[in-house]
């Protein structure tokens, strides 16, 4: 479904399902609310009344079902009619998987998405994850025609009035911002390079009037990035760390998010197996979700100081390749002893929350990043792992991520039992675990939480994306949607506002000390 532009549209108006093929989709409850006469237009004359009374009965999903209205122009399709508790209420993956197999052929189609306000954001999200932009598949490239899909929504339950504008516009920018990461995701490493996604960093700061500020090759040698200058010094493109800055007057707090950008990862000379290492292009998940959520959270109005920080690097092999046993010094003033090369993610993101805690000041610093393969066994496939010094913001992610489709589930913070697992006899710590049956993806987000300080006063939250950034062979553009779900009480959008799980108010009785803890944890 490459090359499909995506439309948000109030009303996508009346057509034969002949000349405009129709997916129809929603709970199934939902779905008998929509009135004939809202649809009439869409599927006269093809589909009568009385047929689309008949296509609704025979619906028994389980989880999902699909009834065919007309030929192969016009669909009808059910979602689960319930979740569990650890699911999102939106059906979110199955909303991606039923547009992927029902949604008719066509070279201009039309969605109808039914469902409630609060499930808007997340259905809209799970629609753009079906229409990936990255192909080089030579057929598509002899296609003149631009195929588009013009989504409208049918909102019921409660607040269900017609669609503003704004919220269209939020949703335009939020799907953006999911199929930019994916593109980028998907896109293998001899066109996604750290030049080429630097570009993609200037672009995007183009778009929203920013100048990104960029250290690379030997300027982060001397400077003290070691542990991003370690990872990518063997590339024959050199790694580097960027960061896009948006500063309003109003702010009130700093907030940083810093992306692993591991554009390919072998393994280094702890080389990946033949088995292991394809699949190692979708290594850059992390700044591929900041750099769609940065773009979308600024062009909605962020209130409050944000920083998009990326961590560039190919971890590549070489004669300059780093080696185990060498020693590197942090930007943190710590050194690693390197014990394993393929644990690389965790370093260059050591060097990009330093920066963030010692050079811009943040109050509260999100990394995100593919950093274990023992996320998927942690929390599977569909739900990203969060490690927090905050258990306002653990349960903050995972309502986060159960309101926008992008599900998260907690890692054990533990930081005294586990942090052992770094001991070394000659630096600071090792950076990988003694033991990698001892909760290896909670002690790889310990070792970054170290170089700003198991006791720092602000927020620090990681998300391990490794699993949820792909399903099958392509990627979910996974961490857009929650980024901006988790901090929408610092947007303007009411819509980003609506699915936000934090509060901004803060008790004017509190004392000084306790007003100021409490501002970093509350968006």
Same mark, same amino acid.
């Given at each position: 479904?490459?090359?499909?532009?995506?439309?948000?549209?109030?009303?996508a108006?009346?057509? $034969?399902?002949q000349?405009?093929?129709?997916? +129809?989709?929603?709970?199934?409850?939902?779905?008998?609310?929509?009135?004939?006469?809202?649809?009439?237009g869409?599927?006269?004359?093809?589909?009568?009344?009385?047929l689309? *009374?008949?296509?609704?009965?025979?619906?028994?999903?389980?989880?999902t079902?699909?009834?065919?209205?007309y030929l192969?122009?016009?669909?009808?399709?059910?979602?689960?009619?319930?979740?569990?508790?650890?699911?999102?209420?939106s059906?979110?993956?199955?909303?991606?998987? +039923?547009v992927?197999?029902?949604?008719?052929?066509?070279?201009?189609?039309? /969605?109808?998405m039914?469902?409630?306000r609060?499930?808007?954001?997340?259905?809209?999200?799970?629609?753009?994850?079906?229409?990936?932009?990255?192909?080089?598949?030579?057929?598509?490239?002899?296609?003149?025609?631009?195929?588009?899909?013009?989504?409208?929504?049918?909102?019921?339950?409660?607040?269900?009035?017609?669609?503003?504008?704004?919220?269209?516009?939020?949703l335009?920018?939020? @799907?953006?911002?999911?199929?930019?990461?994916a593109?980028?995701?998907?896109?293998?490493?001899n066109?996604?390079?750290?030049?080429?996604?630097?570009?993609? /960093?200037?672009?995007?700061?183009?778009?929203?009037?920013i100048?990104?500020?960029? #250290?690379?090759?030997?300027?982060?040698?001397t400077?003290?990035?070691?542990? /991003?200058?370690?990872?990518?010094?063997?590339?024959?493109?050199?790694?580097?760390?960027?960061?896009?800055?948006?500063?309003?007057?109003?702010? @009130?707090? @700093? #907030?940083a998010?810093?992306?692993?950008?591991?554009?390919?990862?072998?393994g280094?000379?702890?080389?990946?197996?033949?088995?292991?290492?394809?699949?190692? %292009?979708?290594?850059?998940?992390?700044?591929?979700?900041?750099?769609?959520?940065?773009?979308?959270?600024?062009?909605?109005?962020?209130?409050? @100081?944000?920083?998009?920080?990326?961590?560039?690097?190919?971890?590549s092999?070489?004669?300059?390749?780093?080696?185990? $046993?060498?020693?590197?010094?942090?930007?943190?003033? %710590?050194?690693?002893e390197?014990?394993?090369?393929?644990?690389?993610?965790?370093?260059?993101?050591?060097?990009?929350?330093?920066?963030?805690?010692?050079?811009?000041?943040?109050?509260i610093? +999100?990394?995100?990043?593919?950093?274990?393969?023992a *996320?998927?066994?942690?929390?599977?496939?569909?739900?990203?792992?969060?490690?927090?010094?905050?258990?306002?913001?653990?349960?903050?992610c995972? %309502?986060?991520g159960?309101?926008?489709?992008? +599900?998260?589930?907690?890692?054990?913070?533990?930081?005294?039992?586990?942090?052992?697992?770094?001991?070394?006899?000659?630096?600071?710590?090792?950076?990988?675990?003694?033991?990698?049956?001892?909760?290896?993806?909670?002690?790889?987000?310990?070792?970054?939480?170290?170089? /700003?300080?198991?006791?720092w006063?602000?927020?620090?939250?990681?998300?391990?994306?490794?699993?949820?950034?792909?399903?099958?062979?392509?990627?979910?553009?996974?961490?857009v949607?929650?980024?901006?779900?988790l901090?929408?009480?610092?947007?303007?959008d009411?819509?980003?506002?609506?699915?936000?799980?934090?509060?901004?108010?803060?008790?004017?009785?509190?004392?000084?000390?306790?007003?100021?803890?409490?501002k970093?944890?509350?968006?």
């Open positions: 479904m490459a090359n499909v532009g995506l439309q948000f549209q109030a009303s108006g009346d057509a $034969d399902p000349s405009r093929p129709l997916l +129809l989709l929603g709970q199934l409850h939902h779905l008998y609310r929509v009135p004939w006469s809202h649809v009439r869409k599927l006269l004359p093809r589909v009568t009344e009385e689309w *009374q008949a296509a609704l009965s025979t619906l028994n999903p389980s989880p079902d699909s009834c065919p209205l192969n122009y016009a669909t009808v399709a059910a979602l689960p009619s319930r979740v569990s508790r650890h699911n999102s209420p059906a979110a993956h199955f909303v991606t998987r +039923l992927r197999t029902c949604l008719p052929p066509g070279t201009h189609r039309c /969605i109808l039914v469902c409630e609060s499930d808007a954001f997340a259905s809209a999200c799970a629609l753009a994850r079906a229409f990936p932009l990255f192909t080089q598949r030579s057929a598509a490239s002899r296609r003149p025609e631009k195929k588009t899909v013009t989504v409208e929504f049918f909102l019921v339950g409660q607040d269900n009035g017609p669609v503003e504008v704004s919220t269209l516009q939020c335009t920018s939020a @799907t953006e911002g999911v199929r930019l990461a593109r980028i995701v998907d896109t293998p490493c066109e996604m390079d750290t030049d080429t996604f630097l570009e993609e /960093i200037k672009k995007v700061g183009k778009e929203l009037g100048v990104p500020t960029v #250290i690379r090759d030997e300027e982060l040698k400077r003290g990035f070691g542990g /991003i200058y370690g990872v990518g010094k063997a590339a024959l493109h050199p790694p580097a760390l960027a960061v896009l800055s948006h500063t309003p007057d109003r702010a @009130t707090q @700093t #907030i998010w810093v992306g692993k950008g591991i554009v390919y990862d072998t280094g000379l702890s080389m990946k197996g033949k088995t292991t290492m394809p699949g190692m %292009k979708r290594d850059c998940g992390g700044a591929a979700a900041v750099l769609g959520a940065f773009r979308a959270a600024v062009k909605q109005g962020f209130k409050d @100081t944000l920083h998009a920080v990326f961590c560039l690097a190919e971890n092999v070489g004669p300059s390749a780093t080696r185990p $046993d060498d020693i590197h010094l942090l930007y943190s003033g %710590k050194t690693v390197i014990n394993n090369t393929d644990a690389e993610g965790r370093l260059v993101l050591a060097d990009g929350v330093s920066y963030a805690c010692k050079d811009l000041g943040a109050d610093i +999100l990394d995100i990043a593919t950093l274990t393969g *996320q998927g066994i942690a929390t599977g496939k569909y739900h990203a792992a969060v490690l927090t010094n905050s258990a306002e913001w653990e349960a903050a995972m %309502k986060a159960r309101q926008c489709g992008d +599900l998260v589930h907690p890692l054990v913070y533990c930081p005294e039992l586990h942090f052992s697992e770094f001991t070394s006899a000659v630096a600071d710590m090792k950076n990988s675990v003694a033991d990698r049956d001892n909760s290896p993806s909670s002690c790889a987000g310990l070792f970054i939480a170290s170089h /700003i300080g198991f006791d006063p602000g927020v620090w939250v990681h998300l391990d994306i490794a699993a949820p950034v792909h399903a099958g062979e392509r990627a979910t553009g996974f961490g949607a929650l980024l901006l779900a901090f929408g009480r610092a947007s303007e009411p819509l980003l506002n609506l699915v936000s799980p934090l509060g901004c108010e803060v008790d004017a009785q509190e004392g000084d000390a306790e007003r100021d803890t409490k970093r944890r509350l968006v």
